[in-house]
Each structure stands twice: as structure tokens, then as C-alpha cells.
Nanobody
Framework: VQLVESGGGSVQTGGSLRLSCAASGSTASKYAMGWFLQASGDEREGVASIVSDGTTTYASSVKGRFTISKDSTENTLYLQMNNLKPEDTGMYYC????????????????????WGQGTQVTVSS
């Protein structure tokens, strides 16, 4: 399994970015996937997760601003980030839970088996 993120960059407060995660094989449709943020010096924390039936969950800090989605035909996971804040700055990773029985989205990194290399997001005030 390979996960490749893209779409990061530098924006000002209030700006928007759309992150993409291209997954090898037919993984986006079958398994749970998530986005995680690791700020400098901090632990990796869950931002958003989506499972096979489209059920989603979000960290309280991003609810109403970020939207996770997937395109099964393109086997790609997305994270639309609006109204970005400086505290959203960090490396964003997509992750895959290769357990087909996972039906509940999770923001815990412990549930995920595969990780991409990350894409940097920097939000300036």
C-alpha cells in the first residue's frame, strides 16, 4: 500500500487549501482513512476520519472548517480546509486502516497501519 499526499502550501489566516492523498489499489473505497496533523515538537493528532460507508468524524478544533471526502473512482482521499488559522500549521499525513471490519471512524493514530510521507501546511497571521 502506498499513500502519497499533495496540496500543502503557505496561506494567510482565513485562506483555504485542499489536500489530496492518492492511494494505491482499491483502498479508498474499502477501508477507513484519516488525516492527521503533526505540529513541530508535538505528537501526531487526528484531524478527520472517514470509513467505507462515508461516515465521518472531526476534531473539535476543525469542525465546521474542514471537510474530509473520498473519490472511490480515483482512489483518492481529500481534505478541504477553509478558514485556516495559524494553529492549523504543521505536517499533514493521510493514513489507512487496513481492517475491513472498521465501521467507526477514529482519530487515534493507533488504529492506522499505513502512512503517507506528509505534506506541509503553513498558515501565517
Amino acid at each position: 500500500v502506498q499513500l502519497v499526499e499533495s496540496g500543502g502550501g503557505s496561506v494567510q489566516t482565513g485562506g483555504s487549501l485542499r489536500l489530496s492523498c492518492a492511494a494505491s489499489g482499491s483502498t479508498a473505497s474499502k477501508y477507513a482513512m484519516g488525516w492527521f496533523l503533526q505540529a513541530s515538537g508535538d505528537e501526531r493528532e487526528g484531524v478527520a476520519s472517514i470509513v467505507s460507508d462515508g461516515t465521518t468524524t472531526y476534531a473539535s478544533s476543525v469542525k465546521g472548517r474542514f471537510t474530509i471526502s473520498k473519490d472511490s473512482t480515483e482512489n483518492t482521499l481529500y481534505l478541504q480546509m477553509n478558514n485556516l488559522k495559524p494553529e492549523d500549521t504543521g505536517m499533514y499525513y493521510c493514513a489507512l486502516d487496513l481492517d475491513p471490519s472498521t465501521l467507526t471512524p477514529s482519530l487515534s493514530p493507533l488504529h492506522y497501519n499505513y502512512w503517507g510521507q506528509g505534506t506541509q501546511v503553513t498558515v501565517s497571521s
